[in-house]
Structures are given as structure tokens and as C-alpha cells.
């Protein structure tokens, strides 16, 4: 294996989904050490615990630790807010960058990290890590050669409970917040489902019809449920309908139809992949996937990135297409506030 690398895991009290960073930086065997930025040391003793002797330091300033450590890859899990100038700092210190999503309250914040990050050819990657589930991986396999067809039309779903939003705790947090957090269900959950669409389909989504409500009435200021209508620049039409409305689990899949079948994505299913096809194998029959659902989640997808940054290959996901999914969500937001049709900028909305 080649020589692994070292990884600043860039965070603060408010940082999402950190334990399942440090998990995966200690089963990653190309991360040879980790080097923690931890301005109010909330994570610190995860820390240690969790990556022993493979935590070589940590630092209360992030500027000193980008100067003195100098990692290839800096992992930024932070509040949408305040995220953009530590993102902004790591790749002027030459580092790639894997960031926590959204990573910004408006695509506008998040569009100049791309350009920095092509300027200086660093990898700037999404936690969109949904990307790597081996049943994503085999429907876009599908899609590819073409068992489908020319693509017609799309129909997904990413339903979660609505009980985390009654939570008084939860209204206090910036996930609560729009001008902390850029926005709701759409920007926390249903990114990945727009994400997935157009990286299973291969095709951008470049035009929206949208609208956002607080269905629930919870004391927060961020939607609850989205809906959206979506144009597709290989000229395919799909919907998505995103929402807090359970009272636990979640409701999700990703239906696809072509002129040659159909596929039906239910990642959180034990049978998560069946499709039609009347070309390739057993044409006209139903069929389902047999392969594995493991490896998935946050490892694999860190385990790819950090690869990636030591080898230099290519990364799970591109500043291109993280960028994209982005101003996909942005452009939902814009077109619910004008009630009008929005088509998606290439740069920025919002």
C-alpha cells in the first residue's frame, strides 16, 4: 500500500456527525495520524479515546495547526456559518479538503472554495456519502450500459421523523437555525437524494420548480418539508419530495424510468436494488440485486478521500459536483421564495 498521510480533523462543539469521523480516521489505515483543531476542546477527549496513539496532537488555533502541521487533506466538520473561511484557510495551505455539508448558508460562499481549490488543484469533496453504497454503485452500472434506455423520467423520497424537531435541544441547535444552517430537511437530507439523482442518472439538474413549508409548525425557522419538480439536462423530468414527517425511521427511494425498464433504489431496505429491463439478461423480468450492502456509510467514503489525497486519484466526489448539489438546493430555496421556475447557475444561486 502506498504511504498514508496526515489528516487535520478541523471541528468545534457544534461540529456534525464527528464521531463518525473519528471512527473512520482510525479504521483508515492510509490516515497515519490525525492532528485535531478543537478551538473549545468539546472533542478532544473522543479524541484521544477513539484514535489513541494515531491523535498526534491538538490545537486550539486552527491557523497555527494549518502552519505548523501542514496535513495533505484537512477533514472540516463545522457549523454551515462559519464554515467557508476555515475551508478557505486549508486549501491556501495547500491542503485538500473533505467538508461536512452544507458547509455554507448560501451557494455564493461556497462557489469561490471551488475556484480556489482548481486554481491550486486541490481535491475539495462533500460528505455526500451515500455515493459509495455498493447499491448506488450497481444502479448507476445499470444506467451505463444501458439497460434502461434513454432516460424518461425520475420519482424519489427521503422521509425522516419529525420527533428530533420537537426536541427543545434540537430548536437551540444551528441545524434549527436558517442563517446558521442555509436551510432544512432539503439542505441536511435531501442534498443527498438530488446528489445521488443526477450521479446515478449522469445528468444534471438544471431547472426547478419548488416549494418549502414548516408542515409541522415546530419553533424553528427552517423548512420541514420540500417539494420540488425538476428538469434534467438530458431532457429527463423527476420529482422529489423531502420531509421530517415520521414518527421514527426513515421512508426513501429513488425510482428511475427508461425506454427499456425501470430500476428502484431503497437503500434502507433489506432488498435495496430491483429493476426491468427488456435488454441483457432475463429480459422482461423483474430482477433484484443480490450483492452486499456492505461497506457503507461515513468509513468508506473517508477511506476514499484520504486515498485519493495520498495517491492522487480520482476523489468519491468532485468541487464540481459537490458545488452542483449545492446550487441544485439553493435553487429549490430561490424558486419557492419568487414562485417562479429557477433555472440552476453553473456558479451560484442564493
Excluded at 478557505?88 to 462557489?111: G, I, M, N, T
Excluded at 425501470?262 to 450483492?291: F, N
Excluded at 447557475?345 to 442564493?350: F, H, L, N
Aim: aromatic content about 8%.
Amino acid at each position: 500500500m502506498p504511504d498514508g498521510i496526515k489528516v487535520a480533523l478541523l471541528t468545534h462543539a457544534g461540529g456534525a456527525h464527528v464521531s463518525a469521523y473519528l471512527t473512520a480516521l482510525a479504521a483508515t489505515d492510509q490516515c497515519t495520524s490525525v492532528v485535531l483543531g478543537d478551538p473549545d476542546g468539546y472533542f478532544e477527549a473522543d479524541a484521544k479515546r477513539v484514535l489513541k496513539d494515531k491523535l498526534s496532537k491538538t490545537y486550539r488555533n486552527v491557523s497555527e495547526l494549518l502552519k505548523v502541521e501542514q496535513p495533505p487533506l484537512a477533514l472540516v466538520t463545522m457549523e454551515a456559518a462559519i464554515a467557508p473561511p476555515v475551508i478557505a484557510a486549508a486549501l491556501e495551505a495547500d491542503c485538500h479538503v473533505f467538508a461536512e455539508k452544507p458547509s455554507c448558508v448560501r451557494a455564493a460562499d461556497f462557489a469561490p472554495l471551488a475556484t480556489i481549490a482548481d486554481q491550486k488543484h486541490r481535491f475539495l469533496m462533500l460528505a455526500l456519502a451515500n455515493r459509495l453504497n455498493p447499491e448506488v454503485l450497481a444502479a448507476k452500472r445499470l444506467i451505463e450500459t444501458g439497460r434502461l434506455g434513454k432516460l424518461y423520467g425520475l420519482e424519489m423520497h427521503l422521509v425522516a421523523d419529525q420527533t428530533r424537531l420537537k426536541q427543545k435541544s434540537y430548536h437551540q441547535k444551528w441545524f434549527a437555525q436558517k442563517d446558521r444552517s442555509g436551510g432544512g430537511h432539503l439542505m441536511w437530507l435531501g442534498i443527498h437524494w438530488l446528489d445521488l439523482a443526477m450521479h446515478v442518472t449522469g445528468s444534471s439538474i438544471d431547472s426547478v420548480a419548488g416549494f418549502i413549508a414548516n408542515v409541522g409548525g415546530q419553533p424553528i425557522d427552517v423548512e420541514d418539508s420540500a417539494a420540488a419538480s425538476l428538469k434534467f439536462d438530458n431532457g429527463m423530468l423527476g420529482t422529489i419530495t423531502s420531509g421530517y414527517y415520521l414518527d421514527r425511521g426513515y421512508h426513501s427511494h429513488i425510482k428511475v424510468w427508461g425506454s427499456s425498464g425501470w430500476l428502484h433504489l431503497e437503500s434502507m431496505k433489506d432488498e435495496p436494488l430491483t429493476w426491468y429491463s427488456t435488454k441483457g439478461d432475463k429480459p422482461g423480468q423483474v430482477q433484484t440485486w443480490s450483492g452486499s450492502k456492505q461497506p457503507r456509510g461515513y468509513t468508506p467514503f473517508v477511506q476514499a478521500a484520504v486515498k485519493a489525497c495520498a495517491e492522487m486519484s480520482d476523489p468519491p466526489v468532485s468541487a464540481t459536483h459537490s458545488l452542483r448539489a449545492l446550487n441544485t438546493v439553493f435553487a429549490i430555496y430561490s424558486s419557492a421564495e419568487s414562485g417562479r421556475m429557477v433555472v440552476v447557475d453553473d456558479q451560484a444561486v442564493g
